[in-house]
Protein backbone atom coordinates (compact mmCIF):
# COMPACT_ATOMS: atom_id res chain seq x y z
CA UNK A 1 0.00 0.00 0.00
CA UNK A 2 1.03 3.27 -0.54
CA UNK A 3 0.18 7.06 0.73
CA UNK A 4 -1.29 8.88 -1.74
CA UNK A 5 -2.14 12.92 -2.09
CA UNK A 6 -6.03 12.94 -0.82
CA UNK A 7 -8.54 13.18 -3.40
CA UNK A 8 -10.78 15.44 -1.59
CA UNK A 9 -10.56 19.26 -0.56
CA UNK A 10 -11.90 20.42 2.32
CA UNK A 11 -11.86 24.44 3.85
CA UNK A 12 -10.13 24.64 6.72
CA UNK A 13 -7.29 22.25 5.42
CA UNK A 14 -4.03 22.56 3.46
CA UNK A 15 -2.01 20.06 1.55
CA UNK A 16 1.29 18.85 3.13
CA UNK A 17 3.85 16.29 2.50
CA UNK A 18 5.33 14.81 6.03
CA UNK A 19 8.75 13.77 5.87
CA UNK A 20 9.28 15.65 2.30
CA UNK A 21 13.36 16.17 2.02
CA UNK A 22 14.17 13.88 4.78
CA UNK A 23 15.97 10.76 3.00
CA UNK A 24 15.16 8.74 6.44
CA UNK A 25 11.26 8.83 5.92
CA UNK A 26 9.53 8.12 2.93
CA UNK A 27 7.01 10.81 2.10
CA UNK A 28 3.88 11.11 3.33
CA UNK A 29 0.95 13.07 1.70
CA UNK A 30 -1.66 14.57 3.75
CA UNK A 31 -4.42 17.35 4.23
CA UNK A 32 -3.75 18.90 7.59
CA UNK A 33 -6.75 21.00 9.12
CA UNK A 34 -6.57 23.86 11.47
CA UNK A 35 -8.61 22.18 14.11
CA UNK A 36 -5.23 19.45 14.24
CA UNK A 37 -6.49 16.73 12.40
CA UNK A 38 -4.94 15.02 9.28
CA UNK A 39 -6.08 13.13 6.59
CA UNK A 40 -3.74 10.56 5.02
CA UNK A 41 -5.63 8.67 1.87
CA UNK A 42 -4.39 4.95 1.10
CA UNK A 43 -3.92 3.09 -2.05
CA UNK A 44 -3.78 -0.97 -2.43
CA UNK A 45 -2.25 -3.01 -4.38
CA UNK A 46 -4.23 -5.82 -6.09
CA UNK A 47 -3.20 -8.67 -3.35
CA UNK A 48 -3.57 -6.12 -0.67
CA UNK A 49 -7.16 -5.49 -2.00
CA UNK A 50 -7.99 -9.58 -2.37
CA UNK A 51 -6.63 -10.07 1.71
CA UNK A 52 -8.85 -7.06 2.54
CA UNK A 53 -12.13 -8.42 0.66
CA UNK A 54 -11.32 -12.14 2.60
CA UNK A 55 -11.93 -10.45 5.79
CA UNK A 56 -7.77 -9.75 6.60
CA UNK A 57 -7.22 -6.78 9.38
CA UNK A 58 -5.70 -3.24 8.60
CA UNK A 59 -3.34 -2.60 11.25
CA UNK A 60 -1.85 0.92 11.94
CA UNK A 61 0.97 1.63 13.67
CA UNK A 62 1.22 5.55 15.32
CA UNK A 63 4.28 6.22 17.40
CA UNK A 64 3.06 9.23 19.76
CA UNK A 65 5.70 11.97 20.95
CA UNK A 66 4.16 14.21 24.12
CA UNK A 67 5.75 17.17 22.46
CA UNK A 68 6.46 19.08 19.08
CA UNK A 69 10.13 18.90 19.87
CA UNK A 70 10.76 22.76 17.54
CA UNK A 71 7.10 24.25 18.99
CA UNK A 72 6.92 22.85 22.31
CA UNK A 73 3.09 22.43 21.85
CA UNK A 74 1.47 18.71 22.14
CA UNK A 75 1.74 16.36 19.40
CA UNK A 76 -0.42 14.01 19.01
CA UNK A 77 0.63 11.32 16.38
CA UNK A 78 3.41 10.99 13.69
CA UNK A 79 1.68 8.30 11.24
CA UNK A 80 4.32 5.60 10.91
CA UNK A 81 3.23 2.38 9.19
CA UNK A 82 -0.26 0.85 8.04
CA UNK A 83 -0.16 -2.91 6.86
CA UNK A 84 -2.88 -5.41 6.04
CA UNK A 85 -2.45 -8.44 8.87
CA UNK A 86 -4.15 -12.08 9.39
CA UNK A 87 -3.25 -11.75 12.51
CA UNK A 88 -5.78 -11.32 14.98
CA UNK A 89 -3.47 -11.02 18.23
CA UNK A 90 -0.72 -8.74 17.48
Known sequence: MEAVPP???????????????????TPLPALEFTDGKVLIEW??????REAIAR??????????RPTCPQCGQPRYF???LLEVTSDQHG
Not at 7 to 25: C, D, K, L, M, T
Not at 56 to 64: C, D, G, K, Q, V
Open 43 to 48: TFTKEE
Open 78 to 80: DPV
Open 55 to 64: GENLRHYIWR
Open 7 to 25: FVEYQNSRAVVFGENQPEY
